[in-house]
């Protein structure tokens, strides 16, 4: 019994992994014991600016154990060195107290001498591999610890006592290499996909750099040409700024194609089903299932009736979300897909499937995902609720690019490897978790470190 008389406290959930761990053998120390400088982040109030010292937030964490710098808030230095001791170095660990409690991860280079936001709690590990600890932290076992100790809350907390008697199970140091090697070279193959992603979106970017998007401007009138004119009466299609561009574009001397053209009208929103997380031979892909460059399947989401495989999204094909409760967030998310007969898109996804004989696939999905693409995107959306349709999409105008063969290489080479890597950095953390949960359970199989040594 412990200091706790709460009956959720002893649920049957918590006491049978807890059993487990008790008799595995393995030696456990606190994690307060295995760590210094714990400390929680503050709140920045009315420090918040434009540039400065990065404020690490919960928006900053990619798939669950990583911390990304694409989209960094900020705070003054002033502040920051007033408050110093939330200031974070590389190979330090944040443990999310906000939201997903217990969430952590490991501070990486990129991000070393940020500051630490308020959701987290930070702390310099010693005498363990911290990817390890991460690792650990994150598994089911270590969830297990931590959903018991704020088991009895109505609001998800917890203190500093709770956080710091998580106990730890330390295997040998080869294994703890072993599993933290995994997080730490999916870390890196990530980031490597990151560096393929500016390379290629650079080339696209100095094609198009004199090609300036207008802010929005209030016109007392505007005369249309009767060509450009169709079934939309809405003033909102018919701005200045969108004309501004087409004209941009034109004086350049590039081909203008339409959406329609280039995809042949393979131009559609999906249907949603009705789905299961028993697997099936489709997934139903939302918004939600919508990456940053790339479709991540959701697994509870298989299909569980007959499809028409018109909603099929071939590969090749460019997806991205068109209903959003705020217009902005429409075509924010520009996804190309590379799986074959795998997804099919909802009603709330629209899909092109571009023709390759009329276009490089690559360009056009990266000239979607620019400013350019979103501008344009964005130029469709009507109604209260913002919503975007085909017949509007189809209109979009894309600028023909010539490409060098080492340009299309690069394009090429971006795509297809950051692929390749961001689904084998998925893989290496799914074995260390798998690795973990083997280890607590007495299952783990040494041969694996021998063979890796």
Not at 219 to 243: C, G
Not at 339 to 344: K, P, T
Not at 360 to 367: D, G, I, Q, S
């Amino acid at each position: 019994m412990q200091n706790r008389i709460d009956a959720q406290f002893y649920s049957s959930k918590y006491l049978v992994k807890g059993k487990v761990e008790f008799d595995n053998g393995l030696d456990y120390i606190r994690l307060g014991e295995l760590g210094s400088n714990f400390s929680y982040g503050t709140p920045p109030y009315g420090h918040i600016c434009d540039e400065g010292v990065p404020y690490l937030r919960i928006p900053d964490i990619e798939d669950d154990f990583f911390l990304s710098n694409s989209n960094l808030a900020f705070i003054d230095k002033e502040y920051h060195m007033k408050n110093i001791k939330n200031e974070v170095k590389a190979g330090d660990i944040l443990f999310r107290i906000k939201g997903q409690l217990g969430q952590a991860l490991v501070v990486p280079q990129k991000l070393s001498n940020s500051h630490t936001g308020s959701s987290f709690l930070r702390f310099t590990p010693k005498s363990i591999n911290p990817y390890f600890l991460v690792c650990y932290l994150n598994s089911s076992f270590g969830r297990n610890q931590i959903n018991r100790k704020q088991s009895n809350s109505i609001i998800q907390y917890l203190n500093m006592d709770d956080i710091t008697s998580i106990r730890v199970p330390i295997p040998s140091p080869e294994i703890q290499e072993y599993i933290g090697d995994k997080v730490r070279k999916a870390e890196e193959l990530r980031e490597e996909a990151k560096r393929l992603k500016k390379e290629v979106e650079e080339i696209i970017y100095k094609k198009l750099n004199n090609i300036e998007l207008e802010d929005e401007k209030n016109y007392t009138v505007n005369f249309i040409k009767e060509k450009d004119v169709f079934e939309r009466i809405d003033s909102e299609y018919y701005k200045e700024k969108y004309f501004i561009l087409q004209k941009q574009l034109e004086s350049k001397g590039f081909v203008l194609k339409t959406l329609d053209k280039l995809c042949d009208s393979n131009i559609y929103n999906g249907k949603t089903y009705k789905t299961t997380n028993e697997k099936r031979k489709y997934m139903n892909i939302g918004v939600g299932e919508l990456g940053d460059w790339f479709i991540v399947g959701n697994e509870d989401k298989y299909i569980d009736e007959n499809i028409n495989t018109r909603h099929l999204i071939d590969k090749y094909s460019i997806v991205w979300g068109n209903s959003a409760h705020l217009a902005k967030y429409i075509g924010e998310k520009v996804n190309i897909n590379l799986e074959r007969n795998l997804y099919v898109s909802t009603t709330e996804i629209t899909c092109i499937k571009p023709n390759l004989d009329k276009i490089n696939p690559y360009y056009l999905f990266l000239y979607m995902k620019s400013n350019w693409g979103y501008y344009q995107i964005q130029r469709t959306v009507k109604g209260m609720t913002a919503h975007s349709y085909p017949g509007d999409i189809s209109r979009i105008i894309v600028p023909i690019l010539d490409f060098s063969l080492e340009e299309l290489d690069i394009m090429k080479n971006a795509v297809e490897l950051g692929y390749k890597y961001i689904n084998k950095s998925k893989q290496l953390i799914q074995e260390a978790k798998q690795d973990v949960e083997d280890l607590i359970e007495g299952n783990f199989d040494m041969s694996k470190i021998k063979v890796n040594n």
